[in-house]
């Protein structure tokens, strides 16, 4: 159920050193505004649901969703259980949303979950009604087609309400199947020390019977962790899951059955929190290993030589390892115990002035921490970009998830250093899992200067970047493009080529923003009683 650690190697030719900054244009975006029948009802979080994990996985949640297998067409659900389609054709004559199916009544569920949808293909959508239930649906091909109604195949109540994270379709075998990933936020009777609550992931497999005149549940895997994944998506053709989250995950339970989970062979730690915790000055790194409890000075493991770095305990696997982002002089180098619960590293640099966005390249399991000179040097850096304080300094934040290619997984963009880069899943390449396909330059920087931004997202051909706040603004981040006039820098005295454009759209509706959908061509901004589609590209 894991895998080891890949690098993310940035492919720097789609860097740009020499960027200056976002150029504010007064430019208008075309705006139009589709009035709504019926509202979009906000599921409002409960007293009960109390918790971070809460917020994040429903009370952020996107209620638009845009269809990746066809341009321009986006969905969501009604107050009165109605699934609305609008397709986009000709922005001066939009329409209304059409319905293409109708959940039923909700059965008095105590606590309901805003209902999710998915569109796996191009002809199936897997939905949830909020209170636990799992629609899989013939849709016919969309596009042309939008206004059909949608076939129930699958209908079954899978437990306590969740919303559906990802879902794709296949053939295998000759068996048509459908794999769709489930999230939910429980009560944990077994978890005294925290929130009280636990985050589980289930994967269910739903295949084709007698010749696909039925649907049935094949597997059902169970996956439990602490706290709601940035990222998780299902490999193409169901051979596997990927789970980007702040605290690890392990599959509890395969068709209701408990997994026993085998020990590694590592000391016990904790191994849900992070097991080491670095920060950096413009000479040097320090590390905090957490080490097991009642270690002495005799049983450490310590080797620092060609670059790498081995932190461990006589007798166990190695805590800390492999090939450190930068060289530094072993001589200079060197570690000592603290308070008999860690060892701490100091590490000297070889190329003094240089920022470390990683410490290994790969292992996400450390925490970075931004000391008072790295976070001064860097907003000096910065200055320029935003007048806004500097937010959220953390090397590799998540971002965003945005559906590139509907025949791939699922892209996450990650901040790396103050650029939002874009990566691109691929299982199928074991030795280059992670490609950097995209940057979006100084968005790492910009968006965590943006308190009041609720969503994030980009074009699928990356030709621009959108953050939206809770009420009204939206931001529009354009790439670099040639500019007609001749103009001058006039600190560095050199003609610029490229201007990169920053525009602001302001909402004409004082209702939050439910949702936040972007195509190659449009914005969609989703509210309680509106549908608002920005002309952001003529392409």
């Given amino acids: 159920m894991s895998s080891p650690n890949y690098s993310l190697k940035v492919n720097r030719e789609l860097l740009d050193p020499n960027f200056e900054s976002y150029r504010l244009s007064l430019d208008p975006i075309p705006s139009y505004n589709v009035e709504l029948d019926a509202a979009v009802e906000e599921v409002k979080l409960k007293e009960t649901q109390y918790t971070l994990d809460h917020v994040r996985a429903f009370g952020m949640y996107n209620y638009l969703h845009l269809d990746p297998w066809y341009p321009d067409s986006v969905f969501f659900v009604d107050c009165k259980g109605r699934v609305l389609n609008l397709t986009v054709t000709l922005d001066t004559a939009l329409g209304k949303p059409k319905e293409v199916f109708r959940l039923s009544p909700d059965g008095g569920c105590e606590e309901p979950l805003c209902p999710s949808l998915s569109l796996p293909s191009a002809s199936w959508a897997a939905l949830s009604d909020g209170t636990g239930r799992l629609y899989l649906l013939r849709t016919s091909q969309r596009g042309e087609n939008s206004h059909l109604q949608w076939e129930p195949q699958f209908n079954q109540q899978m437990g306590e309400p969740f919303v559906i994270l990802h879902s794709l379709a296949h053939v295998q075998g000759g068996v048509h199947s459908l794999e769709v990933l489930l999230l939910r936020v429980q009560k944990d009777p077994q978890e005294s020390k925290g929130s009280g609550f636990s985050v589980t992931l289930e994967w269910i497999t739903v295949a084709a019977q007698d010749q696909g005149k039925r649907y049935e549940v094949r597997t059902r895997r169970l996956l439990t962790g602490k706290s709601v994944p940035h ?148 907003h000096e850096r910065l200055t320029y970009l935003t007048v806004d304080d500097l937010v959220n300094l953390g090397s590799h934040q998540y971002l965003f998830t945005v559906d590139a290619d509907p025949s791939e997984m699922p892209c996450l963009c990650l901040r790396h250093d103050v650029d939002a880069l874009v990566w691109q899943p691929r299982p199928a390449q074991p030795d280059a899992m992670w490609e950097h396909i995209a940057t979006f330059n100084a968005l790492g920087y910009v968006q965590a200067s943006k308190r009041d931004k609720k969503f994030s997202t980009c074009a699928p051909d ?78």
């Avoid at 989250?245 to 730690?269: I, M, N, Q, R, Y």
């Avoid at 590490?347 to 990683?358: R, V």
Wanted: negative net charge; glycine residues 8%; proline residues 6%.
């Fill in 231 to 378: 990222y998780a998506a299902l490999e193409p053709q169901g051979r596997g899951l990927m789970v980007a989250s702040e605290k690890p995950f392990a599959c509890t339970h395969l068709d209701g059955k408990a997994v026993e989970t085998p020990a590694d062979g590592a000391p016990e730690v904790g191994a849900a929190d992070p097991l080491y915790f670095w920060q950096q000055t413009a000479e040097d790194v320090t590390v905090s290993v957490r080490m097991p409890e009642g270690f002495s000075k005799d049983q450490v493991q310590f080797r620092l030589a060609g670059g790498s770095l081995s932190v461990g305990v006589q007798g166990f696997a190695p805590i800390l390892e492999g090939a450190l982002h930068a060289a530094v002089d072993p001589e200079a180098s060197a570690w000592v115990i603290k308070d008999n619960k860690s060892l701490e590293v100091t590490l000297q640099k070889l190329e003094e002035g240089s920022t470390w966005p990683e410490l290994v390249p790969g292992d996400g399991r450390g925490e970075y921490m931004v000391s008072e000179e790295q976070a001064a040097l860097i």
């Fill in 462 to 539: 990356f030709s621009y970047a959108a953050l939206g706040e809770c009420l009204r603004r939206t931001f529009i981040y354009r790439q670099p493009a040639p500019v007609d006039t001749v103009l001058f820098n006039r600190k560095q005295g050199r003609q610029v080529g490229q201007v990169a454009k920053q525009q602001v759209a302001s909402l004409d509706s004082a209702d939050p923003v439910l949702g936040f959908r972007a195509s190659n061509e449009r914005l969609f901004v989703l509210t309680e009683k509106n549908l608002f589609v920005l002309k952001v590209n003529n392409n």
